[in-house]
């Protein structure tokens, strides 16, 4: 058994489509609030806190939804078509009521550009799940590390291509000093990255075979299943596993504070502290993405030989090591350097580490028809954490001192490596030892 390669890096592309957006929308939107809005940092992190508390309920929702559905195309690709489709739209309208907020400020137009976001926000969540659960449906459980580390690695391109696109157009040089940033042409060719990656996807995947494909493939390898037979025809997990799963979900909520802490704030962080625009926090978060882009594949590989939660693990160090170092770096210095450099890139291999083998683990806890269903525990997790986190940050930031954001992400992410220590299901090396061919292959 041997993954396609060709087939995930399509799928993928969803993914990808994704993080171009997450990745802008956690860079700009900040920055307009703060800029253009005048919100302070505990209003405009609420508002950031908003997309995290929507997913909280859409993505189980529609996760689960997509499970239930059935249509010529497939069960997920009608979710991501219109949401992506939705999505598009509207990112091109938010810059309009940016700069026509600068023009001529009014209530009207600042209440027009957060129900335009909240309906963006949605429009996201009606895909996001779907679009991630469409990679367990056409994978095979042993391969799904592996397929997950092309996704990620799909996804790191699209927060690349952001990163690089606004490092391009908006770099120190050409922002200093102005009372006002026009990022329309931003929005426009994130959004158009968007139609194109989702249209691929549409054209190349073919949904309902694959995934009877690989339904069928499942069903000849029941020692695959974690669940348990109920009695009644339907499935669920032994209490050990559901134990494992909930300190798991736990581990996935503390990591993600840290970490998307810094994602949140590190543009106005940057600013207060080192005196530096966009385009130099964005040359650090794509010296990061990079770092994460070249380790995908090898923490793919890494994982099936000495299993996920090891490899997890290694990287919970690893981040937590670099936050302190960020804090030591970002406050001795008042500009960018090459150690700064090398930190971030540290950051994306420790973070791939993470996320390669993290959605993996949780949905090997499920059966075939489930898996729309825990990719929402999944995001239900890190959504939950989101929620709290720019608030937190935000608020300790301006009370404390800006200085705290890298401390406070570091004690996360250290928080998250005690509770992987009780996580004893979802890992693929017990599965190994118990001879099956396809785990063996997975080295091949």
């Known amino acids: 058994m041997k993954l396609n390669n060709k ?27 703060t ?17 995290n508390i929507l997913a909280l309920f859409l993505l189980p929702f529609f996760g689960g939804l997509s499970d239930k559905t059935d249509t010529r195309i497939g069960k997920r690709m009608p979710f991501i078509l219109f949401g992506t489709g939705i999505a598009v739209i509207l990112l091109n309208v938010l810059p309009l009521l940016d ?8 209530t009207f137009k600042m209440v027009s550009f957060v129900i335009v976001l909240a309906l963006l926000l949605i429009a996201m969540g009606i895909y996001r799940s779907p679009a991630v659960a469409l990679m367990p449906d ?11 580390a092309i996704i990620n690695l799909m996804g790191a391109v699209g927060g690349m291509i952001y990163l690089a696109l606004a490092a391009v157009l908006y770099p120190n040089k050409k922002v200093a000093g102005l009372e006002h940033v026009n990022y329309q042409p931003l929005f426009m060719i994130v959004a158009a990255i968007m139609f194109v990656s989702v249209g691929i996807l549409f054209l190349t995947i073919k949904e309902p075979k694959l995934t009877a494909e690989n339904r069928a493939l499942e ?15 339907g499935e669920v997990l032994p209490p050990q596993v559901k134990t494992s799963l ?12 840290g970490y998307n802490g810094v994602t949140t704030w590190f543009t106005t962080y940057v600013s207060q502290v080192m005196g530096q625009a966009l385009g130099g926090a964005s040359t ?21 030989k000495i299993g996920r939660k090891k490899t997890i693990m290694g990287g919970i160090v690893l981040l937590a090591v670099c936050f302190a170092l960020g804090y030591v770096l970002t406050t001795t210095y008042s500009s960018i350097n090459v150690v700064m450099f090398i930190v971030f890139a540290l950051v994306g291999l420790a973070w791939a580490a993470i996320n390669v083998n993290s959605l993996p683990m949780v949905v090997e806890m499920c059966k075939g028809s489930d898996i729309g269903k825990f990719t ?45 220590t009780r996580v004893q299901h979802g890992d693929n090396r017990p599965e190994a030892k118990k001879g099956l061919n396809a785990y063996e292959e997975m080295d091949d």
């Open 138 to 148: 056409v994978t095979p459980k042993p391969l799904r590390s592996k397929a997950n």
């Open 35 to 51: 800029n253009t809005f005048h919100l302070n940092e505990t209003f405009s992190g609420a508002i950031m806190a908003a997309d």
């Open 99 to 106: 700069n026509g907020y600068f023009a001529a400020p009014g």
């Open 376 to 420: 929402g525990y999944y995001y239900t997790a890190s959504m939950a954490a989101q929620i709290v986190t720019p608030i937190l940050a935000g608020t300790l930031m301006r009370s404390v001192s800006y200085k705290i954001l890298f401390p406070y992400a570091a004690v996360f992410v250290a928080l998250s490596f005690l509770t992987m």
């Open 219 to 233: 069903e000849r390898h029941p020692e695959w299943n974690l669940a348990e037979d109920d009695g009644s025809g």
């Open 7 to 33: 087939r995930t890096i399509l799928v993928g592309l969803a993914f990808l489509s994704i993080c171009a957006f997450w990745q802008m929308y956690d860079n700009v939107v900040p920055l307009i609030l």
């Open 284 to 304: 650090c978060l794509l010296i990061a993405t990079a770092g994460a882009i070249v380790s995908y594949i090898p923490i793919g590989a890494l994982a099936s």
């Open 246 to 257: 909930g300190f798991l979900l736990a581990s996935i909520a503390l990591w993600f504070i």
